[in-house]
């Protein structure tokens, strides 16, 4: 049977607004719904056997009851289903919460729900009336201090959104290789790099690439680690520095999610610094989300509020990134996606 046309102006028109209006109200009890079910490995237990919510708790020491109407709730979103007899399976989505999973989102969800975030957030209308992040307020952060640091003084939540991030990384990796000619690239530095996830990817598909990330000094110990698992730490360098002051010598520049954190001037900052010790014929990586247009369904511009509320940067169209490029000595020669909100930019130095 199709579904029914409603008539506009009605009560039944009035109502289903109503409802998905609501919904997107409530949509902050569904960030913690998900952070909950990743922290007490919801999906891990389930899909390990522990299929009710007794197991469970007995496990994680949490209450029956609460872990059940947890369940109950991850059940409705389509994380789990029920399967009978109290208990549950995890469903293809619930599985994208599990611990290691490839691409797995389990960290994103922690991270969303954790303070860095939930906290900025709960100051987002005055970040909009104020025109930036409201981080330091909400977070008792010192003047001149910045999200980056809050996760560098509390190193669990920094680990974290490290993971998130490589994790992330892990969706794009096979579009962006492919979008890469790496022919003549012999020193690739990934800026702000994180625990190197992209540089690591690119070592292990051309050996004889030599990698380094620059990040800050908190994501050393876990980025070396990282290079040791993907086995490229012969060929691999970790540089705890600041890419404001600068950035180490490399025909490759890989910068992943960095500019979006900060604002034009920062951009150009950062974006300086790679060309002023790019090697002759050195090209750029930038993989951001790139703004299209007003109206259209668009994580990018949902994302750009994350960046008002938490960091000190925006999302851009390709336009306001190219301003960037000639404000610091790079040209955008080809833009490709990669079947997210990502997009991958090629410069060339000019
Ligand atoms: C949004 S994360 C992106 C990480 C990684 N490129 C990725 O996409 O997975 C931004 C990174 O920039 C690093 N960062 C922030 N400020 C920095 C600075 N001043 N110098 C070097 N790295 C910095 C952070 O530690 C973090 O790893």
Redesign the pocket.
């Known amino acids: 049977m199709g579904e029914e046309a409603v008539i506009p102006g009605s009560d039944v028109e009035l109502a289903r607004g109503a409802m998905k209006l609501l919904e997107m109200i409530s949509g902050y009890w569904v960030t913690q719904i998900l952070r909950a079910s990743a922290e007490l490995s919801l999906p891990d237990h389930v899909a390990a056997g522990a299929a009710t919510a007794e197991e469970i708790s007995e496990r994680e020491g949490s209450d029956p009851k609460a872990t059940y109407r947890l369940l109950r709730a991850a059940a409705s979103l389509g994380l789990v289903d029920d399967a009978g007899n109290g208990r549950f399976s995890v469903t293809p989505m619930g599985a994208l919460l599990r611990k290691g999973a490839p691409g797995s989102l389990r960290e994103m969800a922690i991270v969303q729900g954790a303070p860095l975030h939930w906290q900025s957030w709960g100051a987002f209308p005055d970040a909009v009336r104020k025109g930036g992040t409201q981080v330091r307020a909400a977070l008792g952060l010192a003047d001149g201090e910045?999200g980056?640091d809050y996760?560098g003084e509390h190193p669990e939540e920094g680990a974290h959104?490290?993971a998130a991030?490589?994790n992330?990384?892990g969706i794009v990796i096979g579009a962006v290789t492919e979008a890469l000619d790496l022919e003549g690239v012999s020193v690739a530095v990934?800026?702000?790099?994180?625990t190197g996830?992209?540089v690591h990817a690119l070592m292990k598909s051309r050996p004889e690439l030599t990698g380094a990330v620059?990040?800050?000094p908190?994501?050393a110990d876990d980025a070396a680690q990282a290079a040791k698992e993907a086995g490229v730490s012969d060929r691999f360098r970790m540089v705890s520095?600041?890419?404001?002051v600068e950035v180490p010598a490399a025909d490759l520049y890989?910068?992943?999610?960095?500019l979006?954190?900060w604002d034009d001037a920062q951009c150009v900052t950062i974006l300086r610094n790679c060309r002023a010790s790019a090697k002759p014929g050195a090209r750029a990586v930038i993989?951001e989300s790139v703004v299209g247009g007003v109206g259209e369904p668009s994580f990018a511009a949902l994302l750009d509020m994350n960046m008002l509320a938490v960091m000190h940067g925006q999302e851009r169209d390709l336009s306001a990134f190219d301003a960037l490029y000639v404000a610091s000595g790079w040209r955008r020669v080809s833009v490709r996606p990669t079947g997210t909100s990502q997009f991958v930019q090629e410069l060339v130095a000019v």
Request: aromatic share 12%; proline share 0%; hydrophobic share 60%.
């Open positions: 910045n980056f996760l959104f490290a991030m490589s992330a990384t990934d800026v702000g790099g994180s996830a992209l620059l990040d800050l908190q994501v520095g600041d890419f404001f890989l910068l992943k999610m960095i979006h954190d993989i």
